[in-house]
């Protein structure tokens, strides 16, 4: 009966929301048909190889009108003025387009395509190469922009994230250390955050949490898979995410979002910026929580849990001057207090945390010329975790402080078609943490690291396409090791046709984090101060062909780990730390997408193979598959648009995972399906547009265990408001 009564009010909800969307529609029916919906959206490309060009000024003539191509080469002007308009493009190394003349008509969309002609550029006297590929896929980067993440609905960093193809997320709003991200098959634990090109703190749980930074602020997602300590630092085995915040491309956005939904769920966005002469200042405010009461499928009889209510607000604030030629300045702030719950069984939450965490840091070129550059960073990073035990048995009563500050200075050379780079850096960690028992507090540990990198990178023609080089290197080093040294090299080649070929080699480290070296002893876990760094070797092979829409690629990658980081339980019961000898993973990510009707339906599925096996040689264990480590992941999404609706609906199918090293009979985590759905009407469009939305997680309402015991909340509806000025 508890079940019908769940459907039953879910079913009336979604009628409500269908209702009053419904009435919204048609009493502003007469007012939109008057509104203008002229637009002009196009895609802009390389007429050699008919690869998408990223970052082309285009232009209406005899207007302010102007916007940036993104990572797939399209661009998109609104409201647009009925009448005759000629549009120009222009890049760096392209020979301009010619002007082209669109009509705009009452009612209608004009979709342009535009061809650029590579501009050569001379090399001495007889050698001769064409600009350097403006394309995601030819350098290894994955890129996610702002148009892409608005267009799909994503509401947060690690919504964003999850969408793009070799990323998975894990952790909850439920869980400690919030959500997290892996790339490439690796633990979070594994991968580097970065803000701007400048790391992140990884915080008490040893891995950046996501939920820190507000959407809104982000500009553009880069995610590198492999090995890339070379160029990321610390952490980049599995690869590096850097979250970019300045764009100058990029219009300002000027928006108010609402949402509400199940479990008491409410988020709230506001976001807004200026030109400030020939500078840009903006800004973004978040707020969201939930309420205190969940409800789980399976018919559980311990299936609600009070007190896990959330409360979080987050601010951004960003300063960039114009060209980005100057400095670029950042700062956000987060407070939350979450109610984290124990295991399901135990009915009520294992503590509440109220975390608190500041970052402030810029970054300026101090010199740029026509063939040499050097730009300067600073950043300063703080954060308190307060832990309170809500059970009776077991008193929990913890401070954890952290504070992160670092310097860096880059070097550049451009020599033609040559590329030559250098940076030093310098970072300070300190963790603090004291306990209710003074024994066992964490105590007070300090960190200083050092990073010098080089890069070199040439690009030259080649018969039907063009072929580069990369190399790269680094030493990092602390007071507790000797340096580690992380070379990695990358050749490319893209052919005019849209096919490419890249073969990268790397080493990488992840050195042993604060906590896992000292985390403070008692009767049921304890640190390890004799950990090793990890080290891993690994090599990649990427082949794939993009042809106006259609995308299709495939990565390979094999990676040997030595000394991995693996928290076992003892014979005395008590957890701790150790180095796993060895251990073999590789895998495959394949990736396909099709774009259909000038973009109006994207169609795109992505497929990670991971095979993770100990070679430790130790009994029980060599030979079994690593924890938290699925061998498939599916994923299935289609993004359409037509006219006034748009939406996504998207799907994910993962396999088990182990949860023991010695993979025990009945310690897994069990296979799931995940089918999410969003759609949106645009009820206004010119300034102020008002937008309305439905959400709906879990239509299937199926059962998800992202941690052991810590499963995700049933299915749950939204609906939202944006107002843009």
């Known amino acids: 009966m508890l079940v019908r009564r769940k459907h039953r009010s879910c079913c009336l909800a979604l009628s409500s929301v269908c209702l009053v969307l419904g009435l919204t529609l048609t009493t502003c029916n007469s007012q939109v ?26 232009r209406l003539t005899g207007s302010s009108f102007t916007a940036s191509t993104n990572s797939a080469g399209r661009f998109e002007f609104v409201s647009i003025p009925a009448g005759l308009w000629t549009a120009t493009v222009t890049r760096y190394g392209y020979v301009p387009s010619a002007p082209q003349a669109v009509e705009v008509l009452e009612g209608f969309e004009r979709h342009l395509r535009v061809k650029l002609v590579p501009k050569p550029i001379a090399l001495g006297n007889s050698l001769v190469v064409r600009s350097p590929i403006s394309r995601t896929a030819a350098t290894g980067v994955r890129t996610y922009d702002s148009r892409q993440i608005q267009r799909a609905g994503h509401r947060t960093v690690a919504d964003a994230l999850d969408a793009i193809p070799g990323v998975r997320i894990y952790g909850s709003s439920e ?6 991200v892996s790339v490439g098959g690796a633990s979070p634990e594994r991968v580097a955050v970065l803000l701007d090109g400048v790391p992140l703190a990884s915080g008490s749980a040893g891995a950046v949490d996501l939920d820190v930074i507000p959407l809104s602020a982000v500009k553009s997602i880069e995610v590198s898979p492999g090995s890339r300590s070379a160029g990321s630092g610390d952490a980049a085995i599995g690869g590096s995410v850097n979250l970019l915040t300045s764009s100058a491309s990029q219009t300002i956005r000027q928006d108010l979002e609402l949402s509400t939904g199940s479990f008491g769920a409410y988020r709230g966005t506001a976001n807004s910026g200026f030109n400030l002469g020939a500078n840009r200042i903006e800004g973004a405010l978040e707020t969201n929580g939930r309420g205190h009461q969940f409800s789980y499928p399976d018919g559980d009889s311990t299936a609600k849990r009070q007190g896990v209510q959330a409360h979080t607000w987050r601010g951004f604030a960003g300063f960039s001057s114009a060209g980005q030629r100057g400095p670029h300045v950042s700062a956000f702030v987060y407070n939350s207090t979450v109610g984290i719950p124990g295991a399901l069984e135990q009915l009520q939450p294992g503590a509440a945390t109220h975390n608190v965490r500041l970052r402030a840091q810029g970054s300026w070129p101090w010199l740029q010329g026509k063939h040499v550059s050097a730009e300067g960073a ?32 880059k070097l550049g050379l451009s020599l033609g078609s040559a590329n030559l780079g250098g940076e030093f850096e310098v970072r300070s960690r300190r963790m603090e943490g004291t306990d209710r028992v003074p024994s066992q507090s964490f105590g007070v540990h300090d960190q200083t690291e050092f990073s010098l990198r080089a890069l070199a990178k040439g690009t030259s023609g080649f018969p039907g396409g063009i072929v580069s080089l990369t190399l790269m290197g680094a030493a990092d080093g602390d007071q507790r090791s000797t340096p580690v040294y992380s070379p990695r090299a990358d050749m490319e080649y893209a052919h005019r046709g849209g096919v490419y070929v890249r073969l990268g080699w790397g080493r990488s480290f992840r050195r042993p984090p604060l906590t896992s070296l000292f985390w403070k002893s008692d009767a049921f876990v304890a640190g390890n101060p004799n950990l090793k760094p990890e080290r891993a070797v690994e090599w990649d092979l990427t082949a794939g062909v993009h042809r106006g829409g259609f995308l299709l690629e495939s990565r390979y990658f094999e990676r040997s780990l030595r000394d991995i980081i693996s928290w076992e339980r003892g014979a005395m019961g008590r957890y701790q730390p150790r180095n796993v000898p060895r251990a073999f993973t590789f895998g495959r990510e394949d990736h396909a997408s099709l774009e259909l009707w000038h973009a109006g339906l994207t169609l795109s599925y992505s497929h990670i193979f991971t095979a993770a096996s100990d070679r430790s040689g130790e009994v029980n264990h060599d030979g079994m598959v690593l924890v938290m480590s699925p061998r498939h992941t599916h994923d299935l999404s289609a993004d359409f648009s037509a006219g006034r609706i748009s939406g996504r609906l998207s799907g994910r199918w993962v396999s088990s995972r182990e949860l023991r090293r010695d993979n025990v009979s009945g310690k897994t985590l069990a296979p799931y399906r995940l089918f999410d759905a969003y759609a949106r009407i645009a009820v206004r469009r010119l300034p102020p547009s008002l937008t309305l939305g439905i959400r709906v997680n879990n239509i299937t309402n199926e059962r998800v265990d992202l941690l052991e015991r810590y499963p995700s909340p049933g299915r749950t509806v939204s609906v939202e408001t944006v107002i843009a000025f």
């Open 33 to 58: 048909q008057a509104e203008s919906e002229h637009s002009i959206s196009g895609v802009v490309f390389d007429s050699l190889l008919g690869l998408p060009v990223q970052d082309a000024l285009v």
């Open 175 to 180: 869980t400690s250390g919030g959500t997290r």
């Open 378 to 409: 600073l950043w300063y990073e703080s954060g308190e975790d307060h832990v309170r035990s809500l059970e009776t048995r077991i008193k929990t009563d913890s401070d954890w402080r952290e504070r992160f500050i670092g310097a860096r200075q």
